[in-house]
């Protein structure tokens, strides 16, 4: 009998429409690309975006993101740094549809702002996405006969109006702040690098600002709505995907202002205190905290539902909110009913000195996080009003116990160089651990008391370009998916190595709380279905975790050379990780880590 060979050839048909399109925009200005200009059904194909032929991946403010499934390419302000070429590509069975657009900007003025006298103005600048910031920009601005006098934001942001403020200090947004601004203020300014390169123009024009409205809350007092459908199915997972989205929008912007160094947040602790504020929230500030933490507008069930989950979580996570106020204010009393029963906090007066109210608030602390947190204020200044706080508690078993034995290897990190470190080890240890393609990551599943899962993803090596490779893939949606495909993969006996760690890390949450379009808060917010008398403005934010890797297990809280023969495969995270510790009941990530300096 002869063999028969088939031979299948693929034939692959490619689409370049067109030429390039050329652009030119004006800087401050939303540009929106079609990767189409007519109307057909592509939904099963893969559409992909480049710029400059990178992937479009970034979530840096002013970077391009993709909509509806990718047909369209959204940037929104343009800046300098989007100048460049965007090319657009469809594969579809045995076909490929490409477009490409060459974007120019016209800097000769960037930005022009309109601001009202004595509000706050922001002007933005920007470094490229790409680029490494080892120093802050420098502001001018033009002073006539061709002189430019150069500002000082970091000087004056210790002084105690911080009227001229730069928001991110070494990050890529280099926006600074004019609180107060006056008609002196009007004018051209210059934001460059330290090399001298224009990143940015702002025209700012002041107009007469209208005379003060004494503060009224009238029509912004009523209680929070009812949940109307307290056993709704859809209520949980939204408020899952919700704080799965927040989590990682909060990753993305620690990851930028910390390139290289450990990092450990509890975005539930961090969701929970701002949902809690959103109980007192109204109007513009009620919205602006919804889109932060990313629930809709009309998703009226969120406390109820942040309750369910506090609940659901108790068996292994402690978590407890309180509010301490000044005595001489009179809280809401339906804000304090909602607060009892949705967050089980009863606000509690302050007391009469600086002293005592730190030590009431740290012995606060200390308690709802088991002693890892003792100590998290300093202290209280006399002018404090108001302080909303949310501790969270942690601690599992590991579900295989690791060997006692004391032993050290080498932890190679991000710069090549070599630390002996305690670690954990089992030679047989079952556990689920794949490659996620999608996130360039080898992943590992390791599965904990109280029905808790810790994730490990491993780089593909230890340098910078592969740890922020995966970062930037970790989009929430892709998070999901491998948490997915973890939960569906069959566990083997692998062998498993981990630097036995304990980070105690304290975010700049100011910063966070900036990030997320909430400055607001610091100047002026609505919040009246708290306190309506007066105007509350927030003075300070504070979050600090805690997480240790031992021999028992994970413990975390927050307020965030030898060789062997191996017969089995290995899992060694002796080099830079990401690490997920993952609530599968709740189906929430509790604690999100990065691990640089073990």
């Known amino acids: 009998m002869k063999l028969q060979a088939v031979l299948c050839l693929v034939l692959q048909l490619t689409f370049e429409l067109s030429s390039c399109v050329n652009l030119q925009v004006v800087p401050g200005s939303t540009l929106v690309l079609p990767c189409l200009t007519f109307q057909t059904d592509y939904s099963a194909a893969t559409i992909t975006w480049q710029f400059n032929g990178e992937d479009v991946s970034a979530q840096t403010p002013g970077s391009p993101r993709v909509k509806q499934d990718g047909m369209f390419l959204s940037i929104s302000p343009v ?29 000769s003025i960037s930005f022009t702002i309109t601001v009202v006298e004595g509000y706050t103005a922001h002007l933005p600048c920007y470094f490229p996405p790409s680029s490494q910031v080892e120093a802050n920009a420098l502001w001018f601005k033009e002073g006539g006969l061709n002189k430019r006098i150069q500002l000082n934001p970091e000087d004056d942001s210790t002084a105690d109006n911080k009227r001229l403020e730069l928001l991110y200090p070494l990050d890529h947004d280099q926006t600074i702040i004019i609180r107060n601004i006056g008609m002196e203020d009007a004018g051209l300014y210059y934001c460059q690098s330290a090399e001298g390169d224009i990143l940015s123009k702002v025209h700012v024009l002041v107009e007469v600002g209208p005379t003060d409205e004494p503060h009224s809350c009238s029509g912004f007092d009523m209680p929070w709505e009812p949940c109307q459908d307290e056993n709704s199915r859809t209520g949980g997972p939204m408020l899952q995907e919700s704080i799965t989205e927040f989590s990682m929008k909060l990753y993305s912007y620690l990851r930028e202002s910390q390139p290289s160094s450990n990092l450990l947040f509890s975005p539930i602790s961090i969701s929970g205190l701002l949902s809690h504020l959103l109980l007192g929230a109204r109007g513009e500030t009620r919205r602006a905290i919804e889109r932060a933490v990313c629930v809709p507008h009309d998703f009226h069930c969120v406390h109820h539902q942040m309750k369910k989950l506090r609940d659901n979580l108790s068996g292994s996570l402690q978590m407890a909110s309180q509010i301490y106020y000044n005595p001489q204010m009179n809280l809401s009393e339906s804000f304090t009913n909602q607060s009892i029963r949705y967050y089980e906090a009863k606000p509690t007066m302050l007391l009469e ?246």
């Not at 740094?81 to 120019?104: H, P, W």
């Not at 993969?489 to 105690?504: A, G, H, K």
């Not at 105007?535 to 997480?547: G, I, N, P, Q, T």
């Open 79 to 107: 800046t300098v740094v989007n100048q460049g070429k965007y090319s657009c590509l469809i594969k579809e069975d045995n076909m490929e549809i490409k477009r490409s657009f060459a974007v120019t900007v016209d800097d």
């Open 353 to 598: 000195t600086s002293e005592e109210n730190t030590e009431m608030i740290n012995s606060w602390v200390a308690n709802k996080t088991n002693n890892k947190i003792q100590h998290l204020v300093d202290s209280v200044p006399p002018s404090t009003q108001l302080m909303l706080l949310n501790a969270v508690s942690f601690s599992g078993q590991w579900k295989v116990k690791y060997e006692m034995k004391p032993r050290k290897e080498l932890f190679t990190k991000l710069n090549g160089d070599l630390v002996r470190v305690p670690i954990l080890y089992h030679p047989k240890y079952s556990a689920a651990m794949t490659y996620i393609v999608e996130l360039k990551a080898q992943v590992a599943r390791l599965a904990l008391s109280g029905d808790s899962s810790l994730y490990i993803l491993l780089p593909r090596s230890n340098t910078v370009t592969d740890l922020q490779q995966v970062e930037k893939l970790m989009t929430d949606t892709a998070v999901r998916q491998m948490i997915e495909q973890m939960k569906t993969t069959t566990p083997e006996l692998i062998e498993v190595t981990l630097p036995q760690i304990m980070l105690d890390i304290q975010p700049d949450m100011n910063m966070l709380i900036k990030k997320l379009g909430l400055s607001s808060l610091f100047e002026g917010p609505n919040v009246c279905g708290l306190y309506s008398k007066d105007r509350l403005v927030l003075d300070d934010a504070k979050h600090r975790a805690f997480l240790a890797l031992t021999e028992q297990g994970v413990e975390a809280g927050a307020i965030t050379t030898m060789s062997f023969s191996r017969s089995f495969p290995s899992f060694s995270a002796l080099r830079p990780f990401i690490m997920l510790l993952w609530s599968d009941q709740a189906n929430v990530p509790l604690f999100i880590g990065r691990v640089t300096e073990p």
